[in-house]
């Protein structure tokens, strides 16, 4: 059975920084990506990063390049998101998800994921 527990997350001033975590267990994860969402109140969940498991690519939306790093641990099974720079419009509930996807396709869609965390809420004040 797949498990991805999150840790991490709070309240953070505008400018400051947070680390997500999301360990991942129950099978290997070699055909599968991992990604993040955030979904703020009153608003559909949206993408914010992946990164494929074997490889490490990554992919981001626009809204958080050059502030937001995935990156993964293999040795731990997990997957974090180092959050820079951060701003209020980034407040939201965060998710990690797993897609298992040998193809290597790029998912952005939440539909496209199989697994996900229980959340964790990020609030960064002005």
């Known amino acids: 059975q797949v498990q991805l527990v999150q840790s991490g997350g709070g309240l953070v001033q505008d400018g400051g920084s947070l680390r997500l975590s999301c360990a991942a267990s129950?099978?290997?994860?070699?055909?599968?990506?991992m990604g993040w969402f955030r979904q703020a109140p009153g608003k559909e969940r949206e993408f914010v990063a992946l990164i494929r498991w074997s490889g490490g690519w990554t992919y981001y939306a626009d809204s958080v390049k050059g502030r937001f790093t995935i990156s993964r641990d293999n040795a731990e099974n997990t997957v974090y998101l180092q959050m820079n720079s951060l701003k209020p419009e980034d407040t939201a509930v965060y998710y990690c998800?797993?897609?298992?996807?040998?193809?290597?396709?790029?998912?952005?869609?939440?539909?496209?994921?199989?697994?996900w965390g229980q959340g964790t809420q990020v609030t960064v004040s002005s």
């Open positions: 129950g099978r290997t994860f070699n055909n599968y990506a």
């Open positions: 998800a797993a897609d298992y996807s040998p193809s290597g396709r790029v998912a952005t869609a939440p539909d496209d994921y199989d697994y």
